[in-house]
């Protein structure tokens, strides 16, 4: 498996209050442990089981995935913020490994 790569999409600029839609997606197959490979063997479960994003050090959405979502993960939300500040975006696998992106987001 290639190693995952997290996304995200923001509007370049907010209106403190204001909601405004993200975007997410990360690269990774979501494996649910019930696939057999071309050999026969049973192919592990390895899934992203939790999205976190924290605002200034605040969590503001806080997901839990389970093994039916699709491979490449993608979530939209709404959110508004009171100021500019840095959004952090967390993938954590079943293997422990978290994946991690920050983005700044400026207010007007």
Do not use: C
């Amino acid at each position: 498996m290639a190693e995952p790569r997290p996304r995200v999409k923001l509007p370049k600029s907010v209106a403190a209050g204001i909601p405004f839609t993200v975007k997410t997606r990360i690269t990774h197959p979501m494996h649910t442990g019930q696939r057999h490979d071309s050999e026969g063997a049973l192919v592990p479960r390895q899934i992203i089981n939790r999205f976190v994003v924290s605002f200034n050090g605040e969590v503001v959405v806080s997901v839990d995935l389970e093994p039916a979502v699709s491979a490449d993960p993608y979530i939209q939300f709404q959110m508004a913020v009171p100021e500019s500040g840095h959004l952090d975006f967390q993938w954590i696998d079943d293997d422990g490994s978290v994946y991690s992106l920050s983005k700044r987001i400026e207010v007007d």
